[in-house]
């Protein structure tokens, strides 16, 4: 089984930052991408950011140039910086990998249980 866990969600003000940890665990051969959904209430969950097996990354256009998207591959973690955070990006954020659990398997996606992040006026 694999297992990712999140942390650093919390309420911070508009404009303000916050830091998103997300780590894998259990049985792992490799991880090719990584990254942040988000689902607000009533709505869809969307894309926030991605990032390969190689460090390449794509970010919803809402995101571009305030938030970073990173991993380690050696921890089997996916980071993502936030800042300037906007009140309209309250909402859960869920960290998602695709996950090989052996040579020559296929990638599953697993997802963790979501992190609430609150942004206040």
């Known amino acids: 089984q694999v297992q990712l866990v999140e942390s650093g969600g919390g309420l911070v003000q508009a404009g303000g930052s916050l830091r998103l940890s997300c780590a894998a665990s259990?049985?792992?051969?490799?991880?090719?991408?990584m990254g942040w959904y988000r689902q607000a209430p009533g709505k869809q969950r969307e894309l926030v950011a991605r990032?390969?097996?190689?460090?390449?990354?794509n970010y919803a256009d809402s995101v571009k140039g305030r938030f970073t998207i990173s991993r380690d591959n050696a921890k089997n973690a996916v980071y993502l910086e936030m800042s300037s955070l906007k009140r309209e990006e309250t909402a859960v954020y869920y960290c998602?990998?695709?996950?090989?659990?052996?040579?020559?398997?296929?990638?599953?996606?697993?997802w963790g249980q979501g992190t609430q992040v609150t942004v206040s006026s």
């Open positions: 990032i390969a097996s190689g460090s390449s990354a």
């Open positions: 259990g049985t792992i051969f490799s991880i090719n991408a």
């Open positions: 998602n990998a695709a996950v090989r659990r052996g040579f020559g398997t296929a990638a599953y996606d697993y």
